[in-house]
């Protein structure tokens, strides 16, 4: 199975600063990465899909890049609504696989 | 708009089975990739597997030999079913489904999440 592992695992920062979060896959896996957000108790919204694809209704101060083993995360300006826990996804192989999620929080 | 809802019984006993379904509403079953994805409390996300059509699943090869997933497409609806189940179980089990477009593993769909507790 690929490996996805998130960084940091917990984040603190104050609305209106530029914030972002990590994605290493054990193997290259092009640019077949998700991200999700979810807030507690309701299942994840997708943000971003193919690694730097804003999915249509989501504000665009989320953004993704990266390819290969490397992809990040960015929220250019923090908003309280923002405050949840993010998760990466690789699709490249079977079985899919997650990362560990970076719970986000503010200062 | 597509919409689903997982319906089952919460509470599971140790080696049992544990069952669920998902309902789909706002358009049909057919001609899509359906997924189950779990997470424990507190934990991380898990794809259990998926389903497309009556012959087509794919699991995940740490649970394979337990799950096994069904479509009914006269009720547009798909199932679950993990067998001997343990308390790592224990989890809010989801069904999913990608997005138009051919992205199909980029889960755009979700359901409000079934929480299924294993205990005697």
């Known amino acids: 199975d690929i490996q996805m592992t998130q960084s940091p695992s917990s984040l603190s920062a104050s609305v209106g600063d530029r914030v972002t979060i990590t994605c290493q896959a054990s193997q290259d896996i092009n640019s077949y990465l998700n991200w999700y957000q979810q807030k507690p108790g309701k299942a994840p919204k997708l943000l971003i899909y193919d690694a730097s694809s804003l999915k249509r209704g989501v504000p665009s101060r989320f953004s993704g890049s990266g390819s290969g083993t490397d992809f990040t995360l960015t929220i250019s300006s923090l908003q309280p609504e923002d405050i949840a826990t993010f998760y990466c996804q690789q699709y490249s192989n079977l079985p899919y696989t997650f990362g560990q999620g970076t719970k986000l929080e503010i200062k | 708009q597509v919409q689903l809802h997982e319906s089952g019984p919460g509470l599971v006993k140790p080696s049992e089975t544990l069952s669920l379904t998902c309902i789909v509403s706002g358009g049909s079953i057919s001609g899509y990739y359906w997924n189950w994805i779990r997470q424990p409390a507190g934990k991380g996300l898990e794809w259990i597997g998926r389903i497309y059509g009556t012959g087509s699943t794919k699991y995940n090869p740490s649970l394979k030999s337990r799950v096994t997933m069904s479509e009914d497409t006269s009720k547009n609806q798909f199932s679950l079913k993990l067998t001997s189940v343990t308390a790592a179980d224990t989890a809010v089990y989801y069904c999913?489904?990608?997005?138009?477009?051919?992205?199909?593993?980029?889960?755009?769909?979700w359901g409000q999440g079934a929480p299924v507790s294993v205990s005697s």
């Open positions: 999913a489904r990608g997005m138009e477009d051919g992205y199909n593993s980029s889960f755009e769909y």
